[in-house]
């Protein structure tokens, strides 16, 4: 929960923007967008670690990013960085929140995914 509410603080006070629960059936998600254009940049979910090909069936929490198809192959992991879970796995990752990740490179990540959507 901890990460949640840094990630949501962060991209509130840089970007202005309020996580949207546009998922009915999952209220727990929340989709960041850039004002402008309406384009989402990131998008908060709490996901069973076997939906994302990890040993645990641990509840984790995720941040999905839009990240350029050369980085996102370089950052990609076994436990930090993943393949994005239900987004184009080329385009888009998978930031493993629960995992022991930086807080300084989710936030670079957050930033990066902001301005490829303008």
């Known amino acids: 929960m901890l990460a949640q509410k840094r990630v949501f603080s962060y991209i509130k006070e840089k970007f202005g923007a309020q996580g949207e629960r546009v998922f009915d059936k999952h209220p727990a998600f929340a989709v960041f967008r ?6 989402w940049f990131a998008v908060f979910m709490r ?3 076997g939906k994302l090909g990890l040993k645990s069936a641990q509840e984790l929490e995720i941040l999905n990013l839009k990240c350029k198809p050369d980085l996102a192959a370089i950052l990609r992991d076994a436990d930090q960085i993943l ?4 987004m184009n796995k080329k385009h888009w990752i998978s930031v493993n929140l629960s995992s022991k990740i930086a807080p300084e490179q989710v936030e670079d990540l957050i930033d990066l995914s902001f301005e490829l959507t303008k």
């Open 83 to 86: 393949p994005a879970y239900h």
């Open 34 to 39: 850039y004002a402008k254009n309406r384009k």
């Open 47 to 49: 996901v069973d670690g």
